[in-house]
């Protein structure tokens, strides 16, 4: 297959090299008798150095482009064998394959679908629904998760080896019906090779007089279809947000984007959904470098029941799902605003051929208010300029909940990364009598949100003005001297301390909310010329709860990255997941904690930062039946890099109308247009 | 005077309503010789109760309207004296007189202007800026600033009794240049009443070989006229954000606001700008109370130098100088964009005369994003709704600084309050070789940023489903049974842990952001129908960095309000400032601290809650020459209020246009029209 020349090294596979590496790999086990499946297809990123040096001129370039290789990962059926198999697509064979067992790919959104249809047909669950009423078995619909844990002998707790989910359990009045508002009392385990139910477990209801729950009958819609029609708002006027001069970005060769100064390059995968990389900013005539690449790596959501079935949701959607693999295809007006740009998505079936997600990332500007404004309060007279960002964004679905996922990058050179979680809780039933408390909130009668953490870990490979990087850590503190000395006369005296992570074991480290701790990345070779300090990224998030399963919990084990705010390590080839490539029924302490197991230096070297940001949920009556957007995220900002506000040089917004003074009654809101320049 | 038959009593006072005022005080002190000023004229808002009472049922009211009544602040000048009247505009004639002495109102703007003019005369002055080389004083411009403390005595540390600012000082290149560039080394102390300086107090370079810094005569514009035009960015499309049929909301009476199933009364005065208050939600047939009335109640702005004459910058800008004196005439296009309603603020001059401030309040809609959004991953329907909120905004300038107030009301009934941070650092001078660390960062040669907090204080005046409500605090906490306990197999259990406040001295609370802390205000006689719990709004903030200044350091004992992230105080008529009514030059431990004093009962009553929240500002170089917006705030959300989420009934967002699979190459953003419904 023809590498095309000036194709960028990072580039996600295209439908057609999808094709030519599912064909290379079914040729090359067409002779086998086995049954498997192509768990995913992605793009093996070239290393690092390679990529740089090719991209250091990529279009004088005398470099060949490094090889284009694909990571195939297959599951054989019944004996869960992982065929891990590199196929080069520059010399179009398989350049490696290895054979594994008892370790849990990512469950591909096919293998969920194949999962609930065959449980439903399994007796053991026919009987199950039978005896709490149901008798239409097509009025049951089964979520199937990644089991969290499940031991093959609870006497010797180490995770089963075979590939399990926990099928949780829903009732539905009619086809469009909010199943969540019906939670049935049982949960299903499931062998997915062997394709058969192992065994059933039934939540026991507490301090109630119940040996069962019954189902909640009651509807809980929020499709404006099944609302009664005439109780719809009708008293919103239309807002409408358009560019008739269009867009002011630019995409070039289907994934480089250039917005404003900024320069960057758009990837996707199965797992990491959007993938930002090679971000540079246009400082003057000079092409600084902020990123190597930013991506979602990992996320938690341990929940809070201690008890059966639900102590075994915690879900690492990452990786026992894929974000990729659960992104939506966006639909205009709906999801995004505006004039937009969609690049679609592509993860394999099955079969290892490509699946195209439509319009799977959406790329728009947004007006976000002021970015900064200043009076002279002697004359009147005043300079304001509005913020634009460009959004880089897209939305998964993890069966009942929802994220969406932004990247924004605004023209005062700071970057934000923000998720809203949105969708609907993961509801469980409850008998008549009983209470949720503490472990869970009821949200209707008989149906209890249950607490839950989100827990984000963002891998930021940075590149400040070069690959070697420092991290320091800011804490702000009042002064040490007492009240009334000399260098501190009337007490007001506080001031930042700081700590430049030398080695591994120092750069992981929690949030800090009492000394406003953040952190800056720093390029030590680099000295600011007014500062004389090294230039710098500031990095902070304002949503870094602790993980509050407890140490030594399987959620913590096998989450440990999420236990820290913050670690630093020395950038590795292929080091891309904190908790483990093979994160479902994950052993404890795979991925990161693995790595830094050895203390490494850090100081002022290529380093990988790993953050954990999130939100701990106790979900509110009014989270349902579907949840408005909770946010959570982290900013980076420029912090003695450029030489002032990068974003003087933006036109002012320009003033249509200026009213005059109004004493009179106003009776109606007054129409006015507005035009911003 | 007329009072209209229908008149809010929490209206402002009209333009007539100060004339009125203005001519019944001066008739009363004409036969005086004193001389004196009006420092502000402000309704006195009547009695909760009454006003309650009244409001019952306005337009069918048996009641009499309450009496209108307008407080005026005089100073006598040069004694100081200070005259609290009480004028009755129902009545037409003043029904209360007092007056004291050694307190110090807010600063009047045109109190500065004078100030600053006559500073620039004195001879002291120009001889200091003779020094450094200034032989042309209207070069030379000065910031008077309310003195943060000075003592008569300094071994009897009290404060001086005088009326006394600091004048900060700057000098320019040209008219509009940017004076925060260019600081003077010194401090001017003046005496208001008297009208003379008082002392010159000069900075010391500290680990210098310099005995003065000299004046940084590099300018740092921001204005675009003097920036190089060949430079300003061009490459920005429009956005337009239009509302073709007009707005969402409705004015009636100038005052009463009502939006989607909002309904509230705006008002405005010198002190605290923007008030809202008579907060309601229409809950289907029921229009359900939530609020009284909410306002910025006081701030304080910490710096953190130790040394002379910097120690004196401790901003309490509501208490000294006034939200309301300070508000922007806003312009569209600038500070708002799309169909906005501008309501005008009205505050008084040094003669007591309205001065109006014309667009000082913005009232308009903002298209922010999903609201929710949920897809059933098994067919694909997916059902999003964008969130609409409603913008209640002014802008003040602060000498150098800016702050954007935005009050948000949303769809889902939830609540937030968003202060934007922008403007200029309150910078000042280094000598060449001089290091400004700890106290403060460099943001262009001799020029340093000192590093500061900005500590809000919001009063909350709940109503939650009536007037008597009781604070509920959240912590969320791991379960304390340890891993492999029955309760706590696995270990993930967790758990909020609850404490209703019982008196004023268990409420003066710090956050704890390791618990994810937050608090409920609660209406303990009503409880949810699925909960069974007292309804409530759910009240959090991220910004709540502690007070970094020490305990017994001036800045803490004069704003002991922002020692504590929350308070809670029974209700009384007239406790609205929680560092004192008399702020500037105060004496330690006013306010919220005398209000608590004496330990009183806040359960199931009608209280007040008193909340800080901030920013720990340590400056950057990108925050120079202005600052691009450093936001902060909280939110306030309905938690077990409503019987699921409000804004189910929202209708969905319109789908325009759908992109089709694209697999090939698209060179150009595309463009395409959006509309939302």
Same mark, same amino acid.
């Given at each position: 297959?023809?590498?095309?020349?000036?194709?960028?090294?990072?580039?996600?596979?295209? =439908?057609?090299?999808?094709?030519?590496?599912?064909?290379?790999?079914?040729?090359?086990?067409?002779?086998?008798?086995?049954?498997?499946?192509?768990?995913?297809?992605?793009?093996?990123?070239?290393?690092?150095?390679?990529?740089?040096?090719?991209?250091?001129?990529?279009?004088?370039?005398?470099?060949?482009?490094?090889?284009?290789?694909?990571?195939?990962?297959?599951?054989?059926?019944?004996?869960? =064998?992982?065929?891990?198999?590199? =196929?080069?697509?520059?010399?179009?064979?398989?350049?490696? /394959?290895?054979?594994?067992?008892?370790?849990?790919?990512?469950?591909?959104? &096919? %293998?969920?679908?194949?999962?609930?249809?065959?449980?439903?047909?399994?007796?053991?669950?026919?009987?199950? $629904?039978?005896?709490? @009423?149901?008798?239409?078995?097509?009025?049951?619909?089964?979520?199937? +998760?990644?089991?969290?844990?499940?031991?093959?002998?609870?006497?010797?707790?180490?995770?089963?080896?075979?590939?399990?989910?926990?099928?949780?359990?829903?009732?539905?009045?009619?086809?469009?019906?909010?199943?969540?508002?019906?939670?049935?009392?049982?949960?299903?385990?499931?062998?997915?090779?062997?394709?058969?139910?192992?065994?059933?477990?039934?939540?026991? !209801?507490?301090?109630?007089?119940?040996?069962?729950?019954?189902?909640?009958?009651?509807?809980?819609?929020?499709?404006?279809?099944?609302?009664?029609?005439?109780?719809?708002?009708?008293?919103?006027?239309?807002?409408?947000?358009?560019?008739? %001069?269009?867009?002011?970005?630019?995409?070039?060769?289907?994934?480089?984007?250039?917005?404003?100064? /900024?320069?960057?390059?758009?990837?996707?995968?199965?797992? &990491?959904?959007?993938?930002?990389?090679?971000?540079?900013?246009?400082?003057?005539?000079?092409?600084?470098?902020?990123?190597?690449?930013?991506?979602?790596?990992?996320?938690?959501?341990?929940?809070?029941?201690?008890?059966?079935?639900?102590?075994?949701?915690?879900?690492?959607?990452?990786?026992?799902?894929? *974000?990729?693999?659960?992104?939506?295809?966006?639909?205009?007006?709906?999801? $995004?605003?505006?004039?937009?740009?969609?690049?679609?998505?592509?993860?394999?079936? *099955?079969?290892?051929?490509?699946?195209?997600?439509?319009?799977?990332?959406?790329?728009?500007?947004?007006?976000?208010?002021?970015?900064?404004?200043?009076?002279?309060?002697?004359?009147?007279?005043?300079?304001?300029?509005?913020?634009?960002?460009?959004?880089?964004?897209?939305?998964?679905?993890?069966?009942?909940?929802?994220?969406? *996922?932004?990247?924004?990058?605004?023209?005062?050179?700071?970057?934000?990364? %923000?998720?809203?979680?949105?969708?609907?809780?993961?509801?469980?039933?409850?008998?008549?009598?009983?209470? !949720?408390?503490?472990?869970?909130?009821? =949200?209707?009668?008989?149906?209890?949100?249950?607490?839950?953490?989100?827990?984000?870990?963002?891998?930021?490979?940075?590149?400040?003005? @070069?690959?070697?990087?420092?991290?320091?850590?800011?804490?702000?503190?009042?002064?040490?001297?007492?009240?009334?000395?000399?260098?501190?006369?009337?007490?007001?005296?506080?001031?930042?301390?700081?700590?430049?992570?030398?080695?591994?074991?120092?750069?992981?480290?929690?949030?800090?909310? %009492?000394?406003?701790?953040?952190?800056?990345?720093?390029?030590?070779?680099?000295?600011?010329?007014?500062?004389?300090?090294?230039?710098?990224?500031?990095?902070?998030?304002?949503?870094? !709860?602790?993980?509050?399963?407890?140490?030594?919990?399987?959620?913590?084990?096998?989450?440990?990255?999420?236990?820290?705010?913050? +670690?630093?390590?020395?950038?590795?080839?292929?080091?891309?997941?904190?908790?483990?490539?093979? $994160?479902?029924?994950?052993?404890?302490?795979?991925?990161?904690?693995?790595?830094?197991?050895?203390?490494?230096?850090?100081?002022?070297?290529?380093?990988?930062? +790993?953050?954990?940001?999130?939100?701990?949920?106790?979900?509110?009556?009014?989270?349902?039946?579907?949840? !408005?957007?909770?946010?959570?995220?982290?900013?980076?900002?420029?912090?003695?890099?450029?030489?002032?506000?990068?974003?003087?040089?933006?036109?002012?917004?320009?003033?249509?109308?200026?009213?005059?003074?109004?004493?009179?009654?106003?009776?109606?809101?007054?129409?006015?247009? $507005?035009?911003?320049?």
């Amino acid at each position: 297959m023809v590498i095309e020349q000036k194709q960028h090294p990072l580039d996600p596979l295209s =439908v057609e090299e999808f094709h030519a590496v599912a064909s290379i790999v079914r040729k090359a086990r067409q002779d086998e008798n086995t049954k498997y499946i192509f768990s995913s297809v992605v793009l093996k990123e070239p290393p690092k150095k390679q990529v740089l040096a090719y991209l250091q001129d990529i279009n004088n370039s005398a470099l060949d482009p490094p090889d284009r290789e694909a990571l195939v990962i297959l599951i054989d059926r019944p004996s869960g =064998v992982i065929n891990e198999i590199t =196929v080069s697509l520059t010399q179009g064979s398989i350049t490696k /394959w290895e054979k594994l067992q008892g370790v849990q790919p990512t469950q591909h959104p &096919e %293998e969920m679908l194949e999962a609930e249809q065959i449980m439903i047909k399994d007796e053991k669950v026919i009987k199950e $629904c039978h005896e709490l @009423g149901i008798t239409d078995m097509s009025t049951v619909y089964i979520d199937p +998760w990644a089991v969290g844990y499940y031991y093959a002998n609870p006497k010797e707790p180490k995770q089963d080896k075979r590939r399990i989910m926990q099928g949780l359990m829903y009732y539905r009045t009619s086809k469009d019906d909010n199943q969540y508002a019906h939670p049935l009392d049982f949960t299903v385990i499931f062998d997915v090779n062997a394709q058969e139910v192992i065994e059933i477990v039934r939540s026991k !209801p507490h301090n109630s007089k119940y040996e069962r729950a019954t189902i909640p009958m009651t509807n809980h819609h929020f499709l404006p279809e099944h609302l009664d029609q005439d109780k719809l708002r009708t008293d919103i006027k239309p807002i409408e947000i358009t560019q008739p %001069e269009g867009v002011s970005f630019t995409v070039k060769n289907n994934h480089m984007l250039e917005w404003q100064k /900024w320069h960057m390059h758009i990837g996707f995968n199965y797992r &990491e959904g959007v993938i930002i990389s090679n971000v540079t900013y246009q400082d003057g005539d000079e092409k600084r470098s902020l990123f190597y690449r930013i991506s979602l790596s990992e996320m938690v959501v341990p929940y809070a029941n201690p008890y059966e079935p639900y102590n075994h949701k915690m879900a690492f959607d990452v990786g026992e799902y894929g *974000l990729g693999n659960m992104t939506n295809s966006l639909e205009l007006g709906c999801d $995004c605003v505006g004039d937009i740009y969609y690049m679609d998505g592509v993860i394999s079936d *099955l079969k290892g051929e490509p699946s195209v997600i439509n319009n799977a990332i959406c790329i728009h500007e947004e007006d976000v208010g002021l970015l900064f404004k200043h009076t002279d309060y002697r004359t009147g007279k005043a300079h304001s300029v509005r913020s634009r960002r460009l959004v880089v964004s897209n939305i998964i679905t993890a069966a009942n909940y929802d994220y969406g *996922l932004y990247y924004y990058f605004y023209q005062d050179g700071s970057f934000q990364y %923000e998720i809203k979680a949105t969708g609907e809780l993961n509801t469980h039933v409850l008998a008549e009598d009983e209470d !949720p408390t503490p472990y869970g909130s009821i =949200v209707a009668p008989q149906v209890v949100g249950q607490h839950h953490q989100h827990l984000f870990m963002m891998r930021i490979d940075p590149m400040i003005d @070069g690959p070697n990087n420092s991290v320091m850590q800011v804490d702000v503190v009042p002064a040490s001297y007492p009240v009334g000395h000399a260098d501190n006369p009337v007490g007001n005296a506080f001031m930042p301390t700081t700590q430049i992570y030398n080695t591994t074991d120092e750069a992981q480290v929690r949030s800090n909310a %009492e000394t406003s701790r953040f952190w800056q990345i720093i390029n030590e070779s680099k000295l600011h010329p007014y500062t004389k300090k090294p230039v710098g990224y500031k990095l902070s998030s304002l949503n870094t !709860p602790p993980m509050l399963p407890k140490p030594g919990s399987i959620a913590t084990e096998r989450a440990q990255f999420a236990t820290k705010t913050i +670690w630093v390590t020395p950038y590795e080839d292929g080091q891309l997941y904190p908790g483990g490539f093979y $994160c479902s029924q994950s052993e404890p302490r795979i991925g990161l904690p693995e790595w830094t197991e050895e203390v490494k230096n850090i100081r002022d070297t290529d380093v990988v930062i +790993w953050l954990t940001f999130g939100l701990t949920h106790l979900p509110r009556v009014e989270d349902f039946p579907v949840m !408005p957007v909770e946010t959570c995220g982290f900013h980076m900002k420029p912090s003695g890099f450029f030489l002032g506000n990068p974003g003087i040089d933006i036109p002012p917004s320009k003033k249509i109308t200026s009213k005059k003074s109004r004493t009179t009654k106003a009776t109606n809101a007054e129409k006015e247009e $507005c035009h911003c320049a």
